[in-house]
């Protein structure tokens, strides 16, 4: 009995030790996601390092708590702030500013329509081939993600719309792993979303008036 009583405090202790690790690191990386937005506000080029070093941790989290498809998601992330950190380091301030532009409603049912169907495939192997939690919500999210991504470099307006979303069912998927402080994030994420389709909305709105001026 003693025995029995001895390998379950040992396990707890684990348990525990394991938890507030993960929090710990959670907290790093929530720093870090924070400290990337409002560098990024400023045009500090080591917004970019934040972002690779916050990516790098959730590339760890997601994968220890089985969100695969979240942890390769980070992956890409970090190239992506590799890739900006290399584009700002060359200076492109000679270049002309990118316009915001909005797409048609037929052509972002296209869009969705495609992405919905590589999200099923790619949850399908997921939850066939892997252990991942909630694959389908999982696949998703990351594949809603990555042409999102690309939405916001083409600066096409409705991409905030779609990073409402996307960022919804993250928190709900967090929520349920118990990553508390990124959820709250999420949350945060959320209301900066909402602002930026406001703002880039006022933004083509100048651009079409200038444009007629």
């Given at each position: 009995?003693?025995?029995?009583?001895?390998a379950?405090?040992?396990?707890?202790?684990?348990?525990?030790?394991?938890?507030?690790?993960?929090?710990?690191?959670?907290?790093?990386?929530?720093?870090?996601?924070?400290?990337?937005?409002?560098?990024?506000?400023?045009?500090?080029?080591?917004?970019?390092?934040?972002?690779?070093?916050?990516?790098?941790?959730?590339?760890?989290?997601?994968?220890?708590?089985?969100?695969?498809?979240?942890?390769?998601?980070?992956?890409?992330?970090?190239?992506?702030?590799?890739?900006?950190?290399?584009?700002?380091?060359?200076?492109?301030?000679?270049?002309?500013?990118?316009?915001?532009?909005?797409?048609?409603?037929?052509?972002?049912?296209?869009?969705?329509?495609?992405?919905?169907?590589?999200?099923?495939?790619?949850?399908?192997?997921m939850?066939?081939?892997?252990?991942?939690?909630?694959?389908?919500?999982?696949?998703?999210?990351?594949?809603?993600?990555?042409?999102t991504?690309?939405?916001?470099?083409?600066?096409?307006?409705?991409?905030?719309?779609?990073?409402?979303?996307?960022?919804?069912?993250?928190?709900?998927?967090?929520?349920?792993?118990?990553?508390?402080?990124?959820?709250?994030?999420?949350?945060?994420?959320?209301?900066?979303?909402?602002?930026?389709?406001?703002?880039?909305?006022?933004?083509?709105?100048?651009?079409?008036?200038?444009?007629?001026?």
């Open positions: 009995m003693m025995d029995f009583w001895s379950l405090l040992s396990t707890i202790d684990v348990a525990l030790i394991e938890a507030t690790a993960l929090t710990a690191w959670e907290a790093i990386a929530v720093v870090l996601a924070a400290a990337y937005l409002v560098l990024a506000m400023k045009g500090s080029i080591w917004c970019w390092v934040a972002a690779f070093a916050s990516t790098a941790i959730y590339t760890a989290l997601f994968w220890k708590v089985s969100l695969l498809m979240e942890s390769v998601l980070n992956v890409y992330y970090m190239a992506m702030a590799v890739y900006g950190f290399n584009q700002w380091t060359k200076g492109r301030s000679g270049d002309a500013a990118i316009g915001v532009i909005s797409w048609s409603l037929q052509r972002h049912v296209k869009l969705i329509s495609v992405t919905a169907i590589i999200s099923v495939v790619v949850g399908y192997l939850s066939t081939y892997t252990q991942a939690s909630f694959a389908y919500l999982d696949a998703a999210t990351t594949c809603f993600a990555v042409m991504t690309y939405l916001v470099a083409k600066k096409v307006l409705e991409n905030w719309l779609y990073w409402v979303v996307i960022d919804f069912v993250s928190i709900y998927l967090y929520l349920q792993k118990g990553l508390m402080l990124t959820s709250l994030l999420f949350i945060m994420y959320v209301g900066m979303a909402i602002g930026g389709y406001f703002l880039w909305r006022t933004a083509m709105s100048e651009q079409v008036k200038e444009s007629r001026a």
